[in-house]
Nanobody, 125 residues
């Protein structure tokens, strides 16, 4: 089991940037995929980005080219750099860890993983 704590959310204007951080503890992250999901009331939960232990990344079409996920295994931390933010990016962002055996290039394992408490991102027009 992995314990996850997100930070870095806030309010920005369209075109602005934020960097989210996720501090992980409790398990060896080498066997986990790490990812970010976001959720807005009334909308389906969306997988935003994922990264495997070797640094290979996957992005949703909606954020590709604007967001960058990275991980620092030595610090047990995963990051999400968000640039060129738009109001459509508004939501609660969750850090998620799931076993790599589910695959890291899809989000199918996230439903069986460990979730952080979330951090709010609000982008105004």
């Amino acid at each position: 089991q992995v314990q996850l704590v997100e930070s870095g959310g806030g309010s920005v204007q369209s075109g602005g940037s934020l960097r989210l951080s996720c501090a992980a503890s409790g398990s060896d992250l080498n066997i986990y995929c790490m990812g970010w999901f976001r959720q807005t009331p009334g909308k389906e939960r969306e997988g935003v980005a994922s990264i495997d232990s070797g640094g290979s990344t996957t992005y949703s079409d909606s954020v590709k080219g604007r967001f960058t996920i990275s991980r620092d295994n030595a610090k047990n931390t995963v990051y999400l750099q968000m640039n060129s933010l738009t109001p459509d990016d508004t939501g609660t962002y969750y850090c998620v860890a799931w076993l790599a055996r589910y695959g890291c290039d899809s989000y199918r394992g996230a439903g069986f993983g460990d979730w952080g408490q979330g951090t709010q991102v609000t982008v105004s027009s």
